[in-house]
């Protein structure tokens, strides 16, 4: 795993390698254009770019320029969906697994300087039991048995199966191929293999370097925003003491950012971070000591044309709507997202819930020894990469799995995730899972974590319509959760909201119902202490598989896809802009 961000200085090198690939599906001949970084299944009326499960190919030249010649070098991938194979003239020299976070191969002994080489990625899209997020092992949606037990039914399904169609067992569009940058990276042999960096509010920054290839002596200066040198010392780990710290506020407060400037033998690496708290004490969550209350819209990493690919653009453009929304932060929801999007959160001040693929643990079965492994490594993983970045704040381990069917079952597979997170994080965040809509006074693993995240839909998927049955049924569990004496959180709620579908009456399916929904809702929430946060479900509409419970996707956005806002947006603007972090609203 490559877990510093590749970075441009004196004495490292970044040659990025977006453009315009080649590509194919396995099995074809002749090669097409793609984009990369993008999903590559909107980039082509053809059917099989949407629906086409198994392996395709990108390939490209790559030549390594002769002033990196005696450097170390390496091809960067910031994520290859769901699993990748990676070859260099035809050779195989590295596999991933896994879609979301980096990985890098080493090229330094198979390319000179100056050589030309073609370079070819092979990915892999299908998902199962085994996968993280988790996929059908036949052809069920996601919504609906599709009539189990119905003959002519089940034999449709094995024809898909040996069609090689297989559908997620998640909410979301299977997006996928070379969705994140990928780049080639040059560092001196002896190099910078790490950074961890913790930081108390007094300005004492603990660190620790880990290099590869050299003993040099490792010195450490801490530059201010301004660029200049507030504290320095010495060695692979220690501690500097920052003089009059500034405190890295979340927004509309100010996230001050430092640098640690690492430099060892002929490497430098400048990595920020800030200094910031965070910890729960009874039902409060605090940063810096003060009561923090959640709100902000849940996200997806979803735009039209590029898919889940990464797009600058498009971050900027919804980080300044969550400033227009007055929210302060957003879940992860269901993966990890692009480096770039943490490091614009670091700078604008917008909290961050962190969570793994874990999405679509419906069945027992899921439970299994292989499973947990590589969930674990991918926790590892993740905090590996994301551990610097003040902006998290949380760890979610995975978004509603089943935890009531086999309660003690699920509290063994979910525990030790728990306290590797604690153990892996040297800021010792609060960790979660993210529980579904279950029979909540039988589970185990929901009420264990640090803050208890609900994802809830009265008035939408069960009472449907009914609001006032919705609250009273909603406060009813409140009660609940209110004995169990933990912060809560609602971690979805929402109402799906064709853009531009009104009516007098506010039905399901009209911006008026989306609005009273959420006014609905926001009166149970604001009555109780506990509940420190609410984030709906979804900041915008994104694309799913298609499926009788979705027309053109998942219409639950506060804005349409393309990011125009729909009158809830204009609610929460109107409620969040007098919301206090002590959980008072005015609206």
């Known amino acids: 795993m490559g877990t510093l961000y590749p970075q441009n200085n004196s004495f490292r090198m970044v040659q990025d390698l977006g453009g315009v690939w080649d590509f194919r599906f396995r099995g074809d001949a002749d090669w097409q254009p793609i984009a990369v970084p993008a999903s590559y299944n909107d980039q082509s009326p053809d059917p099989r770019f949407r629906n086409y499960a198994g392996i395709t190919e990108y390939r ?32 195989e020299i590295a596999r991933h697994r896994g879609g979301f976070l980096p990985f890098e191969v080493e090229l330094s002994d ?16 299908r998902i199962s039991h085994d996968t993280l997020p988790v996929g059908t092992e036949g052809a069920t949606a996601f919504f609906g048995s599709d009539n189990p037990g119905i003959p002519s039914v089940e034999a449709g399904k094995k024809l898909q199966e040996e069609r090689g169609i297989n559908r997620p067992a998640f909410d979301f569009f299977n997006y996928t191929g070379i969705q994140r940058p990928v780049r080639l990276t040059a560092t001196p042999r002896g190099y910078i293999r790490d950074i961890t960096l913790t930081a108390s509010l007094e300005g004492n920054v603990r660190y620790e370097v880990e290099t590869s290839g050299t003993e040099s002596e490792v010195q450490v200066e801490v530059l201010d925003a301004a660029g200049n040198t507030v ?15 500034q405190l890295w506020e979340p927004w509309p407060g100010k996230p001050y950012l430092y640098t640690a400037r690492i430099i060892c033998g002929e490497d430098l690496y400048e990595q920020t971070f800030g200094i910031r708290e965070v910890r729960v004490e009874g039902t409060q969550f605090l940063i810096n000591g003060k009561p923090f209350r959640f709100h902000g819209p849940c996200k997806h990493e979803d735009s039209p044309f590029h898919g889940r690919g990464t797009d600058a653009c498009l971050n900027v453009t919804d980080i300044n709507l969550y400033h227009w929304l007055h929210a302060n932060c ?40 292989n499973l947990a492994a590589y969930h674990r490594q991918v926790l590892q993983d993740m905090i590996a990469r994301d551990r610097n970045h003040p902006c998290v704040v949380m760890w979610s381990l995975g978004n509603e799995p089943d935890t009531d069917t086999l309660p003690e079952k699920a509290y063994e597979y979910w525990r030790p995730l728990y306290e590797a997170a604690h153990r892996l994080d040297p800021q010792n965040r609060p960790v979660t ?17 640090d803050v208890v995240l609900i994802n809830r839909y009265y ?9 006032e049955t919705a609250k009273y049924a909603f406060r009813l569990e409140l009660d609940w959760w209110e004995k169990q004496h933990k912060p809560v959180i609602l971690s979805e709620y929402g109402a799906d909201t064709i853009a531009g579908l009104h009516g007098a009456a506010p039905e399901m399916f009209t911006e ?13 929430l604001d009555e109780r202490g506990f509940v420190i946060g609410e984030m709906p479900w979804n ?16 219409r639950k956005g506060l804005f349409t896809r393309d990011r125009n806002p729909k009158m809830a947006a204009h609610y929460f603007r109107n409620r969040w802009k007098t919301m206090d972090q002590n959980g008072t609203a005015d609206v």
């Open 539 to 554: 900041f915008a509409d994104f694309s799913t598989c298609q499926g009788p419970m979705r027309a053109g996707g998942n």
């Open 459 to 467: 008035g939408w998927y069960n009472l449907s319509g009914d609001l």
């Open 110 to 125: 198979l390319l000179e300087a100056g050589e030309t080489a073609e370079l070819t990625v092979e990915a892999d899209n």
């Open 231 to 245: 504290a320095s010392c010495t060695g692979r780990k220690g501690s500097a003491v920052i003089p009059d710290p």
């Open 433 to 449: 899972v993210v529980g579904c809509q279950n029979r909540y006074e039988r589970d185990r693993v929901i009420c264990s974590m």
């Open 60 to 91: 490209r030249k790559i030549t390594i320029p002769g002033r990196w010649k005696g450097m170390r070098v390496c091809v960067r991938f910031d994520a290859v969906a769901h699993s990748a194979r990676i070859l260099l003239n035809g050779r």
């Open 330 to 369: 957003f879940r992860t929801s269901h993966y990890p997202y692009a480096e770039e999007m943490y490091q614009l959160c670091d700078r604008e001040g917008i909290v961050v819930v962190d969570e793994t693929p874990a999405v679509g643990m419906w069945a027992d079965e899921h439970y299994g020894w």
């Open 512 to 524: 008026e119902y989306q609005v009273a929904f959420y006014e609905a809702m926001s009166e149970c």
